[in-house]
């Protein structure tokens, strides 16, 4: 039972416009979210997070949103730019349990120019 | 700044050989992850380590073991590679004081 969904593989949209990633959980423990980025042939590198105690956190042109109890999560990229085609990931981690975090399967996400 | 660094980068085994993969990390956290990566999936969590010497099982622990002798080097070790093992590693390491992971680039090992 997969407890971290990422229900679209990929998505594509136009450089300038707006990226929506959305990412569903089922355990109600978590209470930690992080979104990571990942280019190919490198590792994944952090993005921006969101405790349960928030409703968003805003980063530049990355807003994280957390609805709990729909246990969903989404970000926001605005402007979307070519640089940021890659393959999003969202994690979940109980804060206290040593930050091990569950991933969900990624989305391809590609900006056209 | 090196921060987390994987060896060997690519890697191909015979089926039933054994090899060790290494991670190093010179930011002195103290959580260190090893998780595996396949085709379309997320990263799934092997073995973890909270500090120097201790270690424990993740979602996916058969066939690998581990060790934490030093606080800035984390092995991941495979007795008896099997096919099933092919796959994408990465190491990463947290800080107490930190809420995000930060991944190495990753070993591309395949088991014929």
């Known amino acids: 039972d997969q407890q971290v969904k990422q229900n679209s593989p990929s998505l594509s949209v136009q450089e300038g416009r707006i990226s929506i990633l959305n990412c569903d959980y089922t355990?109600?423990?978590?209470?930690?979210f992080l979104w990571y980025k990942k280019y190919p042939a490198e590792g994944p590198t952090f993005l921006i997070s969101?405790?349960?105690?928030?409703d968003k956190n805003e980063d530049g042109r990355f807003t994280v949103f957390l609805n709990k109890s729909a246990k969903h999560l989404s970000l926001h990229i605005v402007p979307s730019q070519p640089g940021d085609s890659a393959v999003y990931f969202c994690?979940?981690?109980?804060?206290?349990?040593?930050?091990?975090?569950?991933f969900g399967d990624g989305t391809t996400l590609t900006v056209k120019p | 700044n090196a921060g987390v660094t994987q060896t060997p980068k690519f890697r191909v085994l015979k089926t039933g050989q054994s090899m060790t993969l290494l991670c190093a990390q010179d930011?002195?956290?103290?959580?260190m992850y090893w998780y595996r990566q396949d085709p379309g999936m997320g990263l799934r969590l092997i073995h973890y380590?909270?500090?120097?010497?201790?270690?424990a099982k993740g979602e996916v622990p058969d066939g690998y073991n581990v060790s934490r002798l030093k606080k800035q080097n984390f092995l991941l070790g495979l007795e008896s590679a099997a096919p099933s093992q092919t796959s994408v590693y990465f190491c990463?390491?947290?800080?107490?004081?930190?809420?995000?992971?930060?991944f190495g680039q990753g070993t591309r090992l395949t088991v014929v």
């Open positions: 990463a390491s947290r800080g107490q004081l930190n809420t995000e992971a930060f």
């Open positions: 355990n109600s423990m978590f209470d930690y």
């Open positions: 969101i405790s349960s105690i928030k």
């Open positions: 994690a979940a981690s109980r804060y206290t349990n040593a930050g091990k975090s569950t």
């Open positions: 930011m002195n956290h103290e959580y």
């Open positions: 380590s909270v500090g120097e010497g201790t270690t």
